[in-house]
């Protein structure tokens, strides 16, 4: 290798792992849900406030049983000044924990019969009283997902919804919020269908509904255009 080569590909190298620990340079913002329920057959649970569920019924056969979960976040706890403008990534977090399923004798998601739950925004306030099943922003054929993750060990789930969270910058209502669908299906291996079930607002035990907003400081993106730099000039050295 030319001597000139090693000294751009170690200095490449060097860079990489500056431009590593200063993208984690971020400034973080944690905003929790506000308030938060569950359908069942389109009414509202009396118990949400122990436990969100979510299943897809419909996938196997029970027509109109879904379970969705709802979520709102007061617009007024977004760092607007911080994010307008600006490069950011928001993430949805919720803890999903197999007992609060059982605990409603319901069978919990696992592995070998998982949920998959995907995130959408509605087309209306939020409304605990009446319930927004008819304000699901679906798409055909679940089209409009912002995310999707699939639930099935009890862990910590995360889902990216910065596009989401964008047009809640662009929006002139009073509060944010979404929805949770198990629209991409469930696993049918008995006849009866599985539920995703997570800690909802208030809880004490587990994870509260949370978003997460990261907003890369200056000297993240000046690494990460160093780097670009670095890397386009070996390639350009590699090829000469």
Do not use: C, H
């Not at 905003?31 to 569920?53: E, H, K, P």
């Not at 027509?63 to 709802?70: A, E, G, K, M, R």
């Not at 976040?73 to 990534?89: R, V």
């Not at 998959?116 to 089209?143: K, M, Q």
């Amino acid at each position: 290798m030319m001597p000139i080569l090693k000294t751009v590909l170690a200095t490449v190298i060097a860079t990489s792992s500056v431009v590593f620990s200063a993208v984690a340079n971020a400034a973080t913002f944690e905003i929790q849900a506000s308030d938060a329920y569950y359908t069942f057959a389109g009414n509202v649970s009396s118990n949400s406030n122990l436990r969100l569920l979510t299943d897809k019924a419909t996938a196997i056969g029970f027509d109109d049983l879904d379970t969705l979960s709802f979520l709102q976040f007061d617009a007024g706890d977004l760092p607007i000044e911080a994010i307008e403008g600006k490069e950011f990534k928001a993430t949805l977090t919720l803890e999903y924990d197999s007992q609060l399923t059982e605990l409603a004798n319901l069978i919990p998601a696992t592995p070998e019969r998982p949920v998959s739950v995907s995130v959408y925004g509605l087309t209306a306030p939020f409304n605990s009283v009446e319930g927004n099943v008819n304000d699901i922003n679906y798409g055909t054929n679940g089209e409009n997902a912002i995310a999707n993750a699939t639930i099935g060990e009890d862990r910590i789930y995360t889902w990216n919804i910065t596009a989401l969270v964008e047009e809640w910058l662009d929006s002139s209502t009073s509060d944010t919020n979404l929805a949770l669908s198990g629209v991409f299906g469930n696993v049918d291996l008995d006849g009866r269908n599985s539920y995703a079930s997570f800690y909802t607002v208030g809880a004490t035990e587990g994870l509260v509904p949370t978003v997460t907003i990261q907003v890369p400081e200056p000297s993240s993106l000046v690494a990460l255009s160093l780097i670009s730099v670095g890397l386009g000039f070996a390639t350009r050295r590699r090829s000469s």
